[in-house]
């Protein structure tokens, strides 16, 4: 059972757009909702991450909206740059005693 | 890659014969985790340590062992390498539990013959 359902599984968006991905849970006692970023060849690295008690939070050009009552989130990456051509994992887990759970994952390439 | 190393980075195996991965850390964190990495399915958790001789199953332990002996090592062994576990396995240490930042390493891909 996949507890972490994430789309697209692949994106192609031009330099200077806006990339967006999305994951959708399904265990609501899930209180931690990271993004990872994994270039080719490298291990996968923490982005950005929030927890359920704020909507919203950007660092940068990446932000993390989050919907509660949908038990959804999204990253959005604003003015996308060839830079940011990854594989882009959302994640979730319960803080206190669970492991991390991730979604397939989401190739973006940003086209100059 | 945070302080972690893997070996060997890369591995050809025939079906049957024992594998051991190795997991080595130079930042002294508490817990260590074993992932593999297969398209279509993110990365799911093997095994994990939560201290030295603390270890525990993941959601896809099946055909694998683990063992931590020291703070610094992780050791994931293969009992008998089969085709689909044909795959690319990453390290990960984390301060705290499960919730916080995972470091991960650089991986080891594996083909099994």
């Known amino acids: 059972q996949q507890q972490v359902k994430q789309s697209p599984q692949s994106l192609i968006v031009q330099k200077g757009g806006i990339s967006i991905i999305n994951c959708a849970y399904e265990n609501t006692a899930f209180d931690y909702f990271p993004w990872y970023q994994q270039f080719p060849g490298k291990g996968p690295a923490l982005l950005i991450a929030?927890?359920?008690?704020?909507s919203e939070k950007k660092e940068g050009r990446f932000t993390i909206s989050f919907n509660k009552s949908a038990k959804q989130f999204s990253l959005h990456i604003m003015d996308s740059q060839p830079g940011d051509s990854a594989t882009y994992f959302c994640a979730a887990s319960i803080t206190l005693g669970n492991k991390l759970i991730f979604g397939a994952g989401t190739r973006l390439a940003v086209h100059p | 890659d945070a302080g972690i190393t893997q070996s060997p980075r890369h591995k050809v195996t025939e079906t049957g014969t024992p594998v051991t991965l190795r997991c080595h850390q130079t930042e002294n964190h508490r817990y260590m985790y074993w992932y593999r990495q297969d398209p279509g399915h993110g990365l799911r958790l093997i095994h994990y340590s939560y201290g030295v001789k603390d270890t525990d199953k993941g959601e896809v332990s099946d055909g694998y062992s683990v063992s931590r002996s020291k703070t610094e090592d992780f050791l994931l062994t293969l009992e008998s390498a089969t085709s689909s576990q044909t795959s690319v396995y990453f390290c990960?240490?984390?301060?705290?539990?499960?919730?916080?930042?995972?470091?991960f390493g650089p991986g080891t891909r594996l083909l099994v013959l």
């Open positions: 929030i927890r359920p008690d704020v």
């Open positions: 990960a240490i984390s301060e705290s539990w499960g919730g916080e930042t995972q470091y």
